[in-house]
T-cell receptor
Framework: DVKVTQSSRYLVKRTGEKVFLECVQDMDHENMFWYRQDPGLGLRLIYFSYDVKMKEKGDIPEGYSVSREKKERFSLILESASTNQTSMYLC???????????????FGPGTRLTVL | KQEVTQIPAALSVPEGENLVLNCSFTDSAIYNLQWFRQDPGKGLTSLLLIQSSQREQTSGRLNASLDKSSGRSTLYIAASQPGDSATYLCAVTPLNFGNEKLTFGTGTRLTIIP
């Protein structure tokens, strides 16, 4: 089974702190994604990566950065946390094998981040 | 811009009934469509992925259909159980190669009444 893990289930931080959210997948997937999920707004893509050291902005990248130094690990960084970044953060991964129909996205359990 | 809608937003049915969840999308240029379930406070679990060239996909009591030309997909759940209670989300992958950005629907919160 594909396994996507996230470093924390719950996290509480203070305004202005630097926050790291880590995601690890064990299936040698090329693609990795960070989403946030908010009531009434659904899932929104923050950043994604198609390969090591590559990153692309999603729909709401402001206030976030990412790092992918190794294929299995994708980190989301909040440089200076703000209260409007309180949310559920979800990581996902997929094969880059669209031609073979193997681009199904698999999600981690999520991190509930509260910024006070 | 692709928009994905799921109606109704919430649905309650008695245990044992068969039910259908709906998903509509505005742009038929999709590569595939994926159905997920999400339990409260948890991540998404992939249920079924249906390619644009397929009409149906089945897994156990679940059957997903796709009508790309009309921009609709349905998820059929047979013999519903209380454990099926969750929020169900559909998401589409755009057709253009190299773009793996999913567009998600708004979700249907399903409650199975014992």
């Amino acid at each position: 089974d594909v396994k996507v893990t996230q470093s924390s289930r719950y996290l509480v931080k203070r305004t202005g702190e630097k926050v790291f959210l880590e995601c690890v997948q064990d299936m040698d997937h090329e693609n990795m994604f960070w989403y946030r999920q908010d009531p009434g707004l659904g899932l929104r893509l923050i950043y994604f990566s198609y390969d090591v050291k590559m990153k692309e902005k999603g729909d709401i990248p402001e206030g976030y950065s990412v790092s992918r130094e190794k294929k299995e690990r994708f980190s989301l960084i909040l440089e200076s946390a703000s209260t409007n970044q309180t949310s559920m953060y979800l990581c996902a991964s997929s094969f880059g094998l669209r031609g073979l129909g193997r681009n199904e996205q698999f999600f981690g359990p999520g991190t509930r981040l509260t910024v006070l | 811009k692709q928009e994905v809608t799921q109606i109704p937003a919430a649905l309650s049915v008695p245990e044992g009934e068969n039910l259908v969840l709906n998903c509509s999308f505005t742009d038929s240029a999709i590569y595939n469509l994926q159905w997920f379930r999400q339990d409260p406070g948890k991540g998404l679990t992939s249920l079924l992925l249906i390619q644009s060239s397929q009409r149906e996909q089945t897994s156990g009591r679940l059957n997903a259909s796709l009508d790309k030309s009309s921009g609709r997909s349905t998820l059929y759940i047979a013999a519903s159980q209380p454990g099926d209670s969750a929020t169900y989300l559909c998401a589409v992958t755009p057709l253009n190669f190299g773009n793996e950005k999913l567009t998600f629907g708004t979700g249907t919160r399903l409650t199975i009444i014992p």
